[in-house]
């Protein structure tokens, strides 16, 4: 029996046996391409191993043709999540046939398909792999690099690769693939070697075998090998020695083993980036070729092998360096064997190189013997092939261009050659795997001879190679490791299953379900791979399992303690499975700490290996442990740990300590059965008095012993401190103490194994107990490990430990009285380590000393384990001691590491994870503090857990970066500091546009269906919600939309007058719907502005475009009225642009942070063709706002070979806007083939129409914007004058060209002055000049001369230029080269003239035109004032001209006066405009009413009697100029006057107010309220750029009219429009609301750095104009972002729809509900805040906070209820408390003010049974009284109160009087009797030891080594105390014990 019951103590027992099937073969069966799969009988899969990203398996069979067969293979590996966190599922990726199936589950939630793949041809292999993406392939930037995580399946001829981000990629292979392995840089591949491939000839040189390929985009390139030579030299070579297979890959580190099937050896290689110089060597040598020094070399090698091949010296010790290896013979045969047949030693031994492919110079190949079988000496014969250059003819055509290797193998190890007479087989399986002491193992398994062979590896110090040891063989079938727990699963021969720890057997697996290993003593048992029938089966263990459980619970450990028993006894190893022969046939797919069984029968079951540990404190213990032991003890230790803990039938998880302490103390050497508070440990956990069975009586009456047994049992201590025992007053029974044996001295054994480490093991369990103390929530872990670090106090005699737990426990410690005796002699076998000190280090006392300000000695920490100690002494270091490099290096100067080993010291320096760098300076150290407390991981939980003394100078820093953050701090600290407001909106900022959840706050849901109106008119996705905030008081923004609306048909009102019949009146309706008509049209460029970048559109819908309504409705019967009827002539194609203009205002409502791809915007594409046009506007609207970019080159092929002119124009100059300022190559040939002057003069004449040219031509100047671009330039020059050619050529709208070519020239030169470079002899500015004032022709240089030599037969130019068609160009560009160079000269060639004569030569418009460009040079002069305006107008003018409000017309001979006023309205508005560009977006007030008076007076001029001289036209002209200029000006902030002006003008629809004109008025309408009041309108240079194209001052006459400027370009002010509304979102509510902002201007020329007070939502001025941006208190919480850091935070946080969050104040009212701040509560009670906290309702707190965990603190805690009596003043208490936490919005520190309070009733009523409350309230009032706080009180004297003044003197003054009044009742006895050292009374224990903790008094020992008994007065005393830091006030208590007085002297 004990036989077997040993046995069952050594097994391991393990979990949740599941029947396993993948997951895979189920669902392909039901998969649509189920009919091509015959799943028949499934071939068993054997296995080959592969590690990718998380060491899965690669399953993959015997080649078995496909017929007989389906082959099936799947691998798991443990799940992998998107963000990175721990996920606990597996992934499956099963292939069978054509299909791939990945799928995820576990044991919790069933498997779900999460893809699946069907290719064309069958499926070779399937894995996953991470590519990198980078832009550079060094080594280093690894870690930074994006990583694509992929799915690649491998074909035969391809293999495809599909990204989880859904891109797919298709490679095809060059040849055929044996196998591909996923690396650490991308997939490597190994060619299928033909078997009879012939060692080639010596100039032919083998093909390479191995290749890699690092991104499916890239090439596929050879592998290329380094090796060492035989004279040390290394060689570089392609790896192509076919005999090298790769049998494993690891990614982590990134090694090779490959086997070589001619020798049979094994090798591993280290797989790394080539280096530059090893590529160039490869490629050097493939150029060289075959050379004659070859043959010349190939004799010296044999003869140099010869002398190798004697073997004099065979070489033993594997672990020498590469080439020494080399060098020597490593045959194992004797060297008689040579002796014996010296005829034929002389041929070298049959050798290929090694390495593969390598040279002359470095022959490094280990010998290879052949046996043959049919000869009995081994004969050698030497096919020494030693080529010298890589392949020329066969692999690389030497006129190619190379293919540069990319990766590279070095070698580490070759397995020794073994006794080649058993045939070595390649590793079936190789892994790597790590023991429970982190030592790394490589294991590969050879199934030929049943070996795990396992090779011990490390990296050497300096991390940059790995080393490796000697190997050791285990026998086993099969294995694999289990990551989680360190181990590996090992089969054995004869079925049984080995966890093991490296090479250390930690036991039998006991599978529960799977039967037991059969116990029949015959050693004579089959191997189980031979059929079982001749055996009988023995009789089955009839004893059921539960019986042998309790045998082993009885006593578990005794058993354990000899080691010798923990071999095996030999006839174990013989019992099999004979379950229907259902053995384990092998193991598979190990995940994390899960592993498959495959049984013999063919099925599978997957079982889970336990852990270590599950409690939190055993974890600990063991981590803390095996830290100081040496590495083979502690696995030792382990081992025997993991077989108690985890046997049959193991224990619950309360008892686990118990059963770690027992085990510990048996291993150290106790008898636990001796020791009483072991014995009357409870293992069941329960609270049940019956404790576990005690050794069995001979009586069962019972005695008085199982009273006294009952009486100490930890079961009665928690009955007697329980509640119920005070409440019903039982008094405590008297325990007499249990007699023990005396007659046994209890003496330790010290041949345990942890004997000799006894002091180290307390002592680091002594500093695992300090760090729990950091920990609130580790109190009953505490008190467990208590009780063990006592024991062993008491039997190292430590007193000033004993003392010092005493003190923490007072209750506890003093009770225990057992010891082991330990003589003299043992102690001195035991080992004390260096870091061993004689006083107990305390972390406590440590801060204390630290807030006092003593200097306190480094406080020792054990790495991994006493991770908190650190943090707190650290931060402490830095924010009390103000020492910030403590946190920037180790910080030895405040913590000593205490590990095993003395010597590794200097390694673990370089610890570097606390390396905190923050970008920013950081100003003041709780900044400092905060910043690396997130940097460190340490979070909000982590706060509340710290006990409240130790949390309080952390909580302190955070008050103080609470008030005061930064705003680029990342999110974590914010968390931490609690601004929720601002770290929703770093968390926000980190999101990809379009993913926030901005977009859900700010979008307004409009009702779908019936509510909706039934036409959309394309502006129901506004955001009501932030309008109705910017515009709160009246329904301006309902009016836009009525204003702008096309959808619905228009009222048409005609009264019939008697005298018209019905068909005239039909005629005259329809005559007045087309009036309207023409402002319908009109209508969707301004609706374009207006939606702007308003809604994100559904992937899976079309976008959709609001009908174009050109219909009518006539009152009374509302009947319709139709263009159509053919009752009157309309124009052809009247609403082509129209619905292109509908077209783009739908496509600008698409934000640039959607998520559109190329297909979405083919999908968009209309079916019916008179939509194209409306599709031609939403490209071009794409274009502008980014998404074009995503069009697929294909696409827009396919647009514009269509020929649509409508499309090609959209196409053109979208693209060219997404392109803006990039010199896009493919884009600018996309356009030169539109524009001829850019096409070489001999290439075929393309028909292009005119406007796709103008379009082109725009397109070429927005590509090229700024770049000044030499040769763009020249030709857009010679475009602006080019004359009119022979047939019809360039002779119709030649102005717009003209126009064009100028806009595009001012483009490409923008605000590039005279420093044009390069450009001087092109004399720009001279030749616009020309064009603009007119002159002979010059000379046309260039390619193109030949083109204008005939001249055109249409129109008569003659020599002289043509101005009125290349003025306004020439002007304009002139006007963008010199943009803002403030350039006088060229200003002045643009003053217009005052003479009469010269007026007449220009056109009046053209005045317009300069001096508006006159003003944008002298941009700094612009004034906002009408002095100014007048200022533009020449003197003539002025003196002679009418001013634009009189009435009557003087009359002159010899002026003409018709020109005068005209040039008078033209010049004025171009004053206007230029102002309209210089305040664009500013809501400048002196701008506006300067612009808003000329409007009004244009408006009195229009309906004057001398409107007939100057001209309506022109008037209507400069009217719309102005009323543009406003609308800029006031750009997306909705001003009223405006809008009313524009309404005004809306309903103008007769007389003289053609198309043009509404389009005006409705852009200035559109600007006015740009993208909803989001957007507002920039003046840097591009965005003026693009306002002249989109605001040209000459409007068209007619929708169709494009003569003299391209209508489409109208749309070009989307490139200046930027976001600049900021909209303050309650973090809270998350709604939008208001706040106060103060914005800080920087100091300009023209006025001084001022701050302004703005209420938003609300548009700030431009970003560049600012210094800084505060949310103004006292409402919400302050917040700062400062500009002169760098405008991309605020630029960022603009862009996603301007969402700031921002966080309301406690007790205030948002503005919305409070406008004027009278409501708040601290209103109301700061009046009275001192007089009566009582005033105070309870209820009133939900308006201070919305936090639900202080609602329901006052709900519960401070509400009044009925006859409290004496409770009432608790909760009055409780009242105040609350109140004081939320108004001084710390609400964070009440748990602390009622600790606080509760510790010092408890104190009063004297119960503390631990004392460390006592400790927290000490270190609180060290941190009030430290210097560090005083001094930064002093500085920051106005903050608010962290705690309050008046709490904490109260609670001082009573701890005092508590303790003074225990003196006083016996207590200084008491502490007499323990200074002197003397037993003291029990009942007094409490109190003593809250007295000692709280006065600080040294321990008895320090006391008597100070020498204090002789002193006679109290001086002397203050003297002698010096030393111990003891405080003056603890003296005087003190001080009449020590002065010999009994009577107590309380002051």
């Known amino acids: 029996m004990s036989n077997i019951y040993e046995e069952k103590v050594t097994m391991i027992a393990a979990g949740d046996l599941q029947e396993f099937v993948p997951f895979g073969r189920d669902h392909c069966k039901h998969h649509p391409n189920a009919l091509n799969l015959q799943l028949r009988q499934l071939q068993p899969a054997s296995e080959l191993w592969s590690s990718d990203g998380a060491a899965g398996l690669v399953g993959s069979l015997q080649e078995v043709t496909i017929h007989e067969k389906q082959k099936e293979s799947w691998h798991l590996r443990k799940g992998v999540s998107d963000v990175g966190e721990e996920v606990e599922y597996d992934e499956e990726l099963y292939v069978a046939g054509n299909m791939v199936i990945w799928s995820k589950g576990s044991k919790s939630q069933a498997s779900t398909v999460y893809k699946a793949f069907t290719v064309d041809s069958p499926v070779i292999q399937a894995l996953w792999c991470d590519f990198i993406i980078s832009q550079d392939k060094s080594e280093k930037d690894d870690s930074r690099n994006e990583i694509e995580k992929c799915i690649c399946i491998l074909q035969s001829s391809c293999i495809n690769v599909h990204s989880m981000e859904g891109k797919d990629y298709i490679a095809s292979l060059p040849f055929q693939v044996a196998n591909v392995w996923p690396t650490k840089y991308g997939l490597l591949f190994e060619r299928s070697s033909s078997a009879h491939e012939v060692p080639p000839s010596p100039p032919r040189e083998p093909l390479p075998t191995m290749f890699s390929m690092l991104h499916p985009l890239d090439e596929i390139t050879p592998l290329v090998c380094k090796s060492g030579g035989l004279f040390g030299t290394s060689r570089v070579q392609y790896v192509s020695d076919s005999a090298m297979k790769i049998v494993f890959l690891n990614t982590d580190p990134s090694i090779i083993m490959t086997y070589d099937v001619v020798q049979g050896l094994h090798s591993l290689w280290i797989l790394r980036r080539v280096k530059p110089e090893e590529q160039n060597v490869v490629l050097k040598l493939s150029e060289q070729g075959g050379t004659p020094q070859h043959v010349a070399t190939s004799s010296s090698l044999t003869a140099h092998l010869r002398s190798l091949s004697k073997g004099d010296s065979p070489v033993t010790s594997p672990f020498q360096n590469y080439s020494s290896i080399h060098s020597q013979s490593r045959s194992t045969s004797s060297p008689s064997l040579h002796s014996r047949s010296p005829s034929i030693s002389n041929m070298a031994a049959l050798s290929r190189s090694h390495s593969p492919a390598l040279g002359v110079h470095s022959f490094s190949g280990v010998q290879r013997f052949n046996f043959s079988s049919h000869n009995q000496s081994p004969k050698r014969q030497s096919v020494s092939h030693s080529p010298n250059s890589t392949s020329n003819d066969s692999f690389l055509a030497p006129e190619m261009e190379p293919i540069v290797p990319e990766l590279c193998i070095d070698h580490l190890w070759t397995e020794a050659i073994s006794n080649t007479r058993e045939k070595n087989s390649p590793a079936s399986k190789v892994f790597i795997t790590s023991d429970l002491c982190g030592q790394k193992f490589l294991c590969f398994l050879v199934e030929s001879q049943l070996q795990l062979r396992c090779i011990k590896f490390q990296e050497s110090n300096d991390k940059t190679q790995l080393i490796f040891g000697s190997v050791t063989n285990l026998q086993a079938k099969d294995a694999a490791p289990v990551e989680k727990i360190d181990t590996m699963l ?111 029968n063919g099925s599978m079951v997957r079982i889970t290996i336990p852990e270590i540990a599950t409690s939190e404190l055993v974890k600990k213990c063991l981590q803390a442990v095996k830290s100081i032991l040496p590495k083979e003890i502690a696995v030792q230790m382990l081992v025997k740990w993991y077989n108690v803990h985890n046997a049959p039938g193991g224990p619950s998880y309360h008892s686990e300590w118990n059963l770690f302490i027992t085990c510990l103390m048996n291993m150290m050497g106790y008898n636990t059965d001796r020791l009483a508070w072991i014995r009357n440990l409870d293992f069941e956990g329960s609270l049940s008095p019956v404790i576990a069975p005690k050794k069995a009586r001979p009586s069962d009456t019972g005695s008085d012993e199982d009273w006294e047994y009952l009486l100490n049992s930890d079961y009665h201590q928690n009955v007697e401190s329980h509640l119920l025992t005070r409440a019903l007053h039982l008094n405590p029974l008297e325990v007499s103490l249990v007699k023990e044996d005396v007659v046994h001295n209890l003496t330790l054994d010290s041949s345990t194994l942890l004997f000799t480490h006894i002091p180290a093991i307390f002592f680091v369990l002594h500093l695992v107990y300090e760090e729990l103390k950091l920990n609130s929530l580790m109190g009953e872990g505490i008190r467990s490990l208590v009780v063990l670090l006592v024991q062993l106090a008491r039997d190292l005699q430590l007193e000033p430990y004993l003392d010092y737990y005493y003190r923490d426990y007072p209750t506890l410690v003093k009770t225990s009285r057992q010891t082991c005796i330990i003589d003299q002699a043992q102690i001195g076998l035991m080992h004390h380590p260096s870091f061993f000190t004689p006083e107990p280090p305390s972390i406590y006392q440590w801060l204390s000393s630290c807030l006092k300000g003593e200097g306190a000695s480094p406080y020792p920490y054990l790495s991994g384990v006493c991770e908190r100690s650190k943090l707190i002494v650290l931060s402490v270091a830095l924010y009390i001691l103000g020492d910030e490099r403590a946190v920037y290096n180790e910080a030895s100067q405040y913590l000593s590491r205490v590990t095993s080993a003395p010597k590794k010291s200097q390694m673990d320096q370089n610890d570097n994870r606390f390396s905190f760098r923050h970008s920013t300076p950081v100003n003041s150290l709780a900044e400092k503090l905060v910043l690396w407390m997130t940097n460190v991981g340490f979070t909000l939980r982590d706060l509340e857990s710290l006990p409240f003394g130790v949390a309080l100078p952390i909580r302190d820093a955070i008050y103080h970066c609470r008030e005061q953050p930064a705003s680029d701090w990342p999110e974590a600290v914010c968390l931490l500091i609690g601004r929720q407001d601002l770290s929703k909106q770093a968390c926000e900022g980190n999101l990809p546009k379009g993913k926030s959840s901005v977009a859900q706050v700010l979008s307004s849901d409009v009702p779908s269906g019936t509510e909706a109106e039934e036409e959309d008119d394309g502006m129901n996705d506004m955001n009501q919600e932030v309008m109705s905030l910017i515009w709160s008081e009246d329904l301006r923004v309902q009016e836009v939309r009525r204003l702008l609306q096309s959808a619905h048909p228009v009222r048409v009102n005609v009264v019939q007058m008697p005298e018209v019949n019905d068909h005239e009146y039909i005629e005259e309706k329809e005559n007045r719907l087309l009036q309207l008509c023409q402002r319908t049209m009109a209508l969707p460029l301004g609706r374009g502005m207006f939606t702007l970048f308003s809604y994100h559109p559904v992937p899976t819908e079309p976008l959709p475009v609001p009908k174009l309504n050109l219909t009518g409705r006539a009152p009374p019967r509302n009947t319709t009225v139709d263009l159509n009827s053919g009752n009157i002539d309309v124009p052809p194609n009247m609403a082509c642009w129209a619905s ?219 020599d002289t230029i043509n101005v009125d068609v290349t003025c306004p160009g020439a002007t304009l560009a002139l006007a963008m080269i010199y943009l803002k160079t403030n350039n006088r000269s060229i200003a002045d060639w643009l003053r ?189 240079n591009s965005s003026i750029a693009a306002l002249l194209c989109a605001l040209y001052p000459h409007f068209p006459v007619h929708s169709t009219d494009n003569r003299y400027h391209l209508q489409a370009l109208r749309h070009l002010y989307v490139l200046a429009a930027e976001p600049r509304l900021l909209v303050p979102v309650d973090v809270d509510t998350n709604t939008p609301c208001y706040a106060l902002l103060e914005v800080t201007y920087k100091g300009t020329q023209w006025y001084e750095e001022t701050t302004e007070e703005l209420m938003a939502p609300t548009l700030l001025p431009e970003l560049h104009l600012l210094k800084q941006i505060k949310v103004k208190g006292p409402r919400y919480w302050e917040l700062l972002i400062d500009l002169s850091k760098g405008i991309h935070h605020l630029k960022s946080i603009l862009s996603k729809d301007g969402v700031l969050y921002v966080k309301l104040r406690a007790g205030q009212l948002s503005y919305k509900e409070d406008p004027m701040g009278w409501q708040s509560l601290l209103a109301q009670t700061v009046t009275h805040r001192n007089s009566e906290a009582r005033a105070f309702k309870p209820e009133a707190i939900s308006a201070f906070t919305s936090d639900p965990a202080l609602l329901s603190f006052a709900e519960y805690f401070c509400k009044p209820a009925v006859n409290l009596g004496q409770k009432q003043e608790i909760l009055d208490l409780f009242s105040s408390i609350l109140y004081e936490c939320v108004t001084q919005e710390n609400p964070e520190m009440l748990p602390a003010y009622i600790a606080i309070d509760q510790a010092v009733r408890r104190l009063e009523r004297r119960e503390m049974s631990e004392t460390f409350e006592l400790w927290q309230i000490k270190l609180v009032l060290e941190f009030f009284s430290s210097r560090s706080h005083q001094e930064r009180m002093q500085k920051i004297p106005s903050r608010g109160l962290f705690m309050n003044s008046e709490f904490l003197p109260v609670m001082k003054c009573t701890i005092d009087n508590a303790l003074d009044q225990w003196l006083q009742a016996g207590g200084d006895v008491c502490l007499h009797s323990y200074l002197s050292g003397q037993p003291t009374e029990e009942s007094h224990l409490s109190m003593l030891a809250c007295f000692l903790i709280y006065h600080s008094v040294p321990t008895p020992g320090q006391l008597s080594a100070g020498g204090l008994e002789g002193s006679m007065n109290f001086s002397e005393l203050l003297l002698k105390f010096k030393q111990l830091k003891m405080p003056v006030r603890a003296l005087l208590r003190l001080a009449p014990l020590l002065l010999g007085s009994p009577q107590s002297m309380v002051l």
């Not at 539960?546 to 005794?558: F, K, Q």
């Not at 979208?1214 to 083939?1233: E, F, N, P, W, Y």
């Not at 092109?1322 to 001249?1351: C, D």
């Open 490 to 600: 090992v089969l054995e021969g004869n079925g049984n299953l080995v966890l093991y720890t490296g090479l250390v057997r930690v036991g039998k697996v006991f599978i529960p379900g799977l039967p037991v290993p059969s116990l029949t003593m015959s050693n004579t048992m089959p191997r189980p791979s031979t059929p079982l029938d001749s055996v009988s089966t023995p009789k089955p263990l009839t004893k059921p399992l539960g019986s042998l459980d309790e045998v082993v619970l009885l006593s578990p450990v005794p058993e354990l303690r000899d080691s010798s028993k923990l071999r095996d006894s030999p006839y174990i190893d013989d019992c099999t499975f004979q379950q229907l022969g259902s053995y384990i046939h092998s193991v598979r797919d190990p995940v994390h700490n899960r592993i498959t069984l495959e049984l013999s």
């Open 1140 to 1358: 292109f203009h509908n077209g783009v205002a739908a496509g600008l409502k698409i934000a640039p942070a959607s998520q559109i791809d190329s297909a979405w915007i083919v999908y968009n594409k209309p079916k019916n063709a008179e939509l194209a046009n409306e599709y031609a506007g939403f490209l071009m609207a794409l274009g502008l706002n980014g998404h074009l970019t995503k069009l697929a080159t294909l696409n827009i092929h396919d647009y514009l070979t269509k020929g649509h002119e409508m499309t090609s124009i959209g196409l053109l100059l979208g693209v060219s806007a997404a392109k803006l300022g990039t010199m896009d190559m493919s884009i600018t040939r996309l356009l030169s083939i539109h524009i001829p002057a850019l096409l070489p003069p001999t290439s075929t004449e393309l028909d292009v129409p005119h406007n796709v040219q103008v379009a082109a031509v725009i397109g070429i100047g927005l590509v090229y914007q700024g770049t000044a671009h030499r040769h763009t330039a020249e030709v857009l020059l010679a475009e602006i004058g080019r004359p009119p050619g022979p047939e019809m050529e360039y002779c119709t709208d030649r102005e717009s060209y003209s126009l064009a070519a100028g806009l595009a020239l001012g483009m490409v030169c923008l605000g590039h002055g005279s420093n044009l470079i390069g450009m001087s002899d092109l004399n720009v500015p001279e030749q616009l000049y020309q064009y603009m004032v007119g002159g002979h022709r010059r000379f046309q240089a260039g390619m193109h001369r030949e083109k204008h030599k005939s001249p055109s037969y249409q129109i008569k130019e003659g």
């Open 1392 to 1580: 217009a003239p005052d003479t009469m004569y010269l007026l007449d030569f220009v056109k009046p418009e053209f005045l317009l035109l300069r001096t508006l460009a006159r003003c944008l040079i002298l941009w700094d002069d612009i004034l906002p004032n009408s002095k100014w305006v007048d200022s533009n107008v020449p003197q003539i003018i002025r003196e002679n001209s009418i001013s634009l409000n009189e009435t009557e017309i003087p009359s002159s001979e010899d002026l003409n006066l018709e020109t005068l006023a005209q040039a008078h309205v033209y010049v004025i508005a171009g004053a206007c405009l230029s102002l309209g560009f210089r305040f664009a977006g500013s809501e400048n007030l002196a701008a506006f009413n300067c612009l808003y008076k000329f409007a009004k007076d244009f408006m009195k001029c229009l309906s004057a009697p001398t409107a007939s001289v100057t001209g309506h036209y022109n008037l209507e002209t400069c009217l719309s100029v102005v009323l543009l200029s406003l609308a800029m000006v006031m750009a997306g902030s909705g001003n009223l006057k405006v809008l009313q002006l524009c309404r005004f003008m809306h309903k103008k629809t007769g007389g003289e107010m053609n198309y043009g004109f509404h389009l005006a008025h409705h852009m200035a309408l559109g600007l006015l309220f740009l993208g909803g009041g989001r957007y507002s309108l920039s003046t840097s």
